[in-house]
Each structure stands twice: as structure tokens, then as C-alpha cells.
């Protein structure tokens, strides 16, 4: 969490950690240890810093607290659960739920996180902020579902691509800026500009994500890569290397041939374009703000986005 | 659905089912076979017909239906995810979505699926609807994470086994009736007198499920029996008896032993005058509604239930 990105919002996230501990007490007894130990090993917080950076200017810093509250629980209800799916063992270091309490435990927790969320969502007077949450989680989970039936099918589209990457992570993206600009009290302009920024940023995200998994070492990102292909799950690089050349080139990597060998160059190329014009459209929805503390925030995140994509870029 | 309790809610029932069938449309293609699946067994619909008899009045029936939609909802995903959990290949005579599309995909489903409720919930325009609904559902789960981590435990207190059957089951049975005093556009006291008639009404109908698990045939229940005691899960017989006599009677149970050989007589006594009590509360905390309509429908519930508790006394 001390990435860059969170300078200037320390006190904005020390006041988010004693939210999200302070929620402990709203489970019962038995479910606390599984509540602590989520939150003891937290990722980057990127959700939060959206509803942050969307919200800041002149309002007061509670509603926004319990907003980024709202959409980590949601983003960490949706961890549990796929990890659950994955039979994965570790995340962020630490093991995750399912491996310490069992699949039956992890699904309910993840099951009670979530309507968590929800509640805390609920304490807007207005059902505002429930239809914004409630409508990202229907969401992100059907295009789980989606992209669940799609694994192992070679004929994926660029289209189907690009609707599940932007169910599966941009609405929350979405919905988290959505919910900071509302909680900061903000016009509709701003909210607007911030929620098509999220949008745009999600995918972008979920597009550097997909190509991280195939490009960079397992020591860095601390976590198992290739496993896309693995899995049956085609991402941008498979699709555009296919739809270049023919064949199966999931197969290849599926067969355990090195992603650099697989992908041509100028299907990296392709990929990297894609990804640069998502974040450029990101920074173009923010015009209409140009000039507020949120803009000059949310042009940190691309700015940082960037910056990493083009050191992945040398590594393609 | 044609039990003697949905008699003269045809027209809400009708509704209801045409309102579900539309809902199909707020989710991808891919997923609205599900969607149509699960709405195609339906179970007894019991907590619409606490949310109708809550709301009945003279307000309109639109909001009802929306009610009781999103109560109904509610307790699809939870079976969805209980049907995984358990690796349950039937329910109301039809395969489950783990059967026909894996545990991934139910999971998943499952987590649309309340979402989706939450969706509905936040239409109305106020908050309330999300808050009573939300929480209901984050004290189902967290009830269904208690009892996980129970199985087994062979010293659970009385307290203990209602805590859980409150939490897992009676709060949603509440939130029903909640909601449905709620929408119907009832006062104040109506809503108090219902919510709480929904809690003892939960309360009282998960002791006889328990007590069902254990005495009722198979072919009759229409799901397989003695599944508490293979599953370590305590009921009231089984706690009841130890009480009493000592030993072990949930591991008699589980070494293939028949209930009836293993619970006394006075502990099936016991376990009958607890569920008549509980019966009885819940048709006294109606006393201030007294001559309603809600009142005298609600009254029928309880009938019907203690007509059951008789007849399934008369096998123990």
C-alpha cells in the first residue's frame, strides 16, 4: 500500500484501516478471524484510491471512507470467492481463507462480505449508492460466469474479450469512482467524468494484468503466471496472435512454449496500442474536471499506469 | 406452489412468477439459462407468502411483487451456493446449477443472483429496503459460517443451536415479513408486529425442518433424511437427548442407529412443546394487529404449521 499512488492520502487510508477494522464487530464471534485475516494482508487498495481520488475537493472525508470501505469489501468478497473456485492457496502472501477454514466457510464468508458491503452501502439515506454497488456486483459476477463458460473456447472474439474484461473489473472500477465522486458531493459532470474514467482505466487494468500473467517472472509479481493460458482462458495476446496467423496459439502456451516465442512482435505492439488508447481515453473523459484536485489525482493513476506499461513493453 | 396457504394469492403468485421471468433480461446471455433453471423448480415460496401476507392491505401490488421477488432471490442464492457446498446433485426434483454447470459457475451464479436481489432492493427509493435485506442476508451467511465451523462439535449449547437457526434461517423469514409490511405502506406497529411474527415463524419451522430430518421418510420429504446427523450438524433432538441422558446420540445417529431407537420419548416431547411454544409466540406478537387482514393471513400460516407439527408428532 505504500506505492506512490497513496502519497498525500495517508491519512485518508489510516482512516479507511480503522473503518474496515471497525466492521470486525458486525459478524459474529466465529467469523471475526476470517474478517482480520483479510484485511492483515490488503493488496494495493486500487478501488479505494478511485473513490478517493474522485471524491477529494471540499467535502468531508467520512462518506468518503465508508464508500472506499464499500468497494474493497465488495472487491475482497469477489477475492474470496475466486480463490475459492482457483483452489488457490495464497494471496498477498498470506493463506487465503479457503485454504485456513475450508471451501464450505470461504463461500459463506465471502457470501456475508459481500452483503456487508451492502449494508454499509445502505447508510446513504438515498439507494443511490445500493443500485451503484449492487449493479457492479451483479455485474463482475456474471461476467465471471461468462468467462467461466468461455474457458477452453479457441474461437473467443476480440468483442467477447472486451465485454467480460470490462464486467469483470471495469464496473468496479466504474463504481468505485461513481460512489467517491457522489460521496464528495460532487455535480454531475464531475461524477460522470469520474465514472467514465474508472470505466476506461478498468479495462486498461485488466488488459496490463492479462498481459503481466504472460509476460513477467513469477519473483516479481508474486504470483503464478501463465496461469490464464492454463486455464483455458484466452486474454488479448492469444486473440490477436490467432487471429494474425491462425492456429491455437493457447495450445502452444497451454503446452508450456515460452509466451515470447508464441506471440509475434507485432501482435506485443498490437497489444501495448490497445492498452495506450484505453489510458489515453481515460485521461480524455477527465476534460470536462481538468483543473480539479480529482483530475490532477486520476491523471497519477494513468501516469503510474503508463509508467508500467512501458517497462512490461520492454520486457515483450 | 398449490398448497391450501397459497389460496387466493393467485393473482400475486401469477405476478410474481411473470415479475422473476422478466428478470431474466438484467443478466448475459450466458447466464440467463440459470437464471431460467432455478425458476423453473420452485420450492414453496414461502417467504413471498410472508411478504404478501405482510404487505396484504390496500396498498397496490406492484411493490409487493418487487418485494417479494427480491426475498425469493435471496434465498435462490443461498440455495445455489448450499447446493455446492454440499455437492447436492438434485433439489425440487430438478438438477442443480453445480450439477449442470459446475461449482465455478454456481458459485458465481449464486453471487449474481443476490446481487441482482440487491439491484431490486435498491429501487425503492429510500435505503430502507437495501438495509433490511442486506442485513438479513450478511446474518444468513455469517448463521451458515457458525454452523460450519460447529460440524462436528459435539458439546453445542441450546443457546448456540438457536443463535444459528435465528441467524440462518429466521432473519430472512423477518426481513420478509419486513419488507412486506413495508411496501404494503403499513404503519409503524404493523411492521413491528410482523417482523417479529417472521422471526418466531423461522424459528419455529427450521426446529420442525430439523425434527422432519430426522423422522419423516424419505419418499415423502422429497429429499434425503438424516442428512444433519451425517453431516455433524446437531439439531435440537440430538442435543436435547444428550442433555438428558449423556453419551453421544448424533454419533449413534451418524453409525446408522434409527432416531426413533436413539431420541426418548420425552425428548421428542420436549422437542414438540419447544416448536408449539414458539408457534404460539409468534401468533401472539400479532395480538396488536388483531382483524387485519395480514393478521388473519399470517394466522394461517401458523395453523398449517402446527397441523404439521401434529402429524409429524404422531411419527415420532
Redesign the interface.
Known amino acids: 500500500m505504500s506505492t506512490p499512488l497513496h502519497q498525500g492520502l495517508e491519512a485518508h487510508f489510516t482512516a479507511l484501516n480503522a473503518f474496515l477494522n471497525q466492521q470486525e464487530e458486525?459478524?459474529?464471534p466465529?467469523?471475526r478471524p476470517?474478517f482480520r485475516e483479510v484485511l492483515a494482508h490488503p493488496g494495493k487498495r486500487l478501488r479505494p484510491l478511485l473513490t478517493f481520488g474522485s471524491g477529494m475537493g471540499n467535502g468531508p472525508l467520512p462518506p468518503l471512507v465508508r464508500g472506499a470501505a464499500i468497494v474493497e469489501l465488495v472487491h475482497l468478497?469477489?477475492l474470496v470467492?475466486d480463490d475459492?473456485?482457483d483452489g488457490a492457496d495464497q494471496r498477498h502472501g498470506a493463506p487465503t481463507p479457503h485454504r485456513m477454514?475450508?471451501?464450505?466457510?470461504a463461500?459463506?464468508?465471502?457470501?456475508?462480505l459481500?452483503?456487508?458491503a451492502?449494508?454499509l452501502?445502505?447508510?446513504?439515506?438515498?439507494?443511490?449508492?445500493?443500485?451503484i454497488?449492487?449493479?457492479a456486483?451483479?455485474d463482475v459476477?456474471?461476467?465471471?460466469?461468462?468467462q467461466?463458460?468461455a474457458r477452453g473456447n479457441t474461437e473467443l472474439t476480440l468483442a467477447d474479450y472486451h465485454r467480460q474484461i470490462r464486467?469483470k473489473t471495469a464496473v468496479l472500477f466504474e463504481a468505485s469512482c461513481h460512489v467517491g465522486a457522489l460521496l464528495g458531493g460532487h455535480n454531475e459532470k464531475h461524477i460522470k467524468a469520474c465514472a467514465q474514467f474508472g470505466l476506461h482505466l478498468g479495462v486498461a487494468y485488466q488488459i496490463y494484468d492479462d498481459l503481466i500473467d504472460l509476460l513477467q517472472d513469477t519473483a516479481k509479481a508474486g504470483k503464478t503466471l501463465g496461469t490464464d493460458a492454463a486455464s483455458g482462458k484466452l486474454t488479448l495476446p492469444m486473440i490477436l496472435e490467432r487471429n494474425r496467423r491462425g492456429g491455437d496459439p493457447a495450445g502452444e502456451l497451454r503446452r508450456g512454449l515460452k509466451a515470447r516465442d508464441v506471440i509475434s512482435h507485432d501482435t506485443w505492439s498490437e497489444c501495448f496500442r490497445i492498452l495506450e488508447a484505453e489510458v489515453t481515453a481515460a485521461e480524455q473523459v477527465l476534460q470536462p474536471i481538468h483543473g480539479t484536485a480529482s483530475s490532477d489525482f486520476l491523471h497519477r493513476l494513468t501516469a503510474y499506469l503508463r509508467e508500467n506499461n512501458r517497462k512490461l513493453s520492454s520486457a515483450s
Open positions: 458486525c459478524f459474529e466465529e467469523v476470517m468478497a469477489t470467492h475459492v473456485l477454514h475450508g471451501a464450505h466457510a463461500v459463506l464468508f465471502g457470501d456475508a459481500f452483503a456487508h451492502l449494508v452501502a445502505s447508510e446513504h439515506n438515498t439507494s443511490e449508492v445500493c443500485a454497488v449492487a449493479r456486483s451483479r459476477c456474471s461476467g465471471e460466469v461468462c467461466t463458460f464486467m
